[in-house]
């Protein structure tokens, strides 16, 4: 089963932030579309001087660090829209986080995450999905540590030394 991503970047209508705003992330968008993701993050960027408290745009800046694998940078932008007034926007940003925690192996944060984004979207289909795999995962143990050839080796040669130690003892 594979992880649903919907790390999609949100188009912004140029009637609630102001026109600026607007351009600056439709630029962005088509960069994030063209899978261009520096450019992208660097309109979005821009766009979030004008408008600092924009959870549509923090989310977007996530998204785009999460193409560029900055994943810290990703989940401080999460973290940002996990607490918006907006529910959809909330949930969106807890689901992404849950796909960042993912991506970093943190299966348990991820579960957490997703549980969020449920809480707020109960009948996202993705996040269900996402939400049973991370849950597979955190309850499969962790794999086995294999002893390398190296370590067996040096202990099969304290062995030998301790051996060949006795044997000289028992011939003095």
């Not at 579309?33 to 745009?57: C, F, G, K, T």
């Amino acid at each position: 089963m594979a992880l649903l991503f919907t790390l999609t970047a949100l188009p912004l209508d140029a009637a609630t932030v102001g026109d600026a705003v607007a351009s600056r992330s439709a630029e962005a968008q088509t960069h994030y579309d063209e899978e261009r993701y520096d450019e992208a993050l660097r309109a979005y960027r821009d766009a979030l001087v004008e408008r600092p408290e924009s959870a549509a745009l923090h989310l977007n800046v996530g998204d785009a660090l999460y193409q560029l694998g900055d994943y810290e940078g990703a989940l401080e932008e999460f973290d940002r829209v996990s607490v918006a007034e907006d529910a959809s926007l909330a949930a969106q940003g807890f689901h992404n986080k849950g796909n960042t925690q993912f991506q970093m192996q943190d299966f348990g944060a991820a579960v957490e995450s997703y549980r969020e984004a449920l809480e707020r979207s109960p009948r996202d289909a993705d996040t269900k999905a996402n939400l049973e795999l991370a849950l597979q995962l955190l309850q499969q143990p962790p794999p086995q540590q294999q002893q390398g050839g190296q370590e067996s080796d040096d202990e099969s040669d304290d062995s030998q030394e301790g051996e060949q130690q006795q044997q000289e003892q028992q011939q003095d």
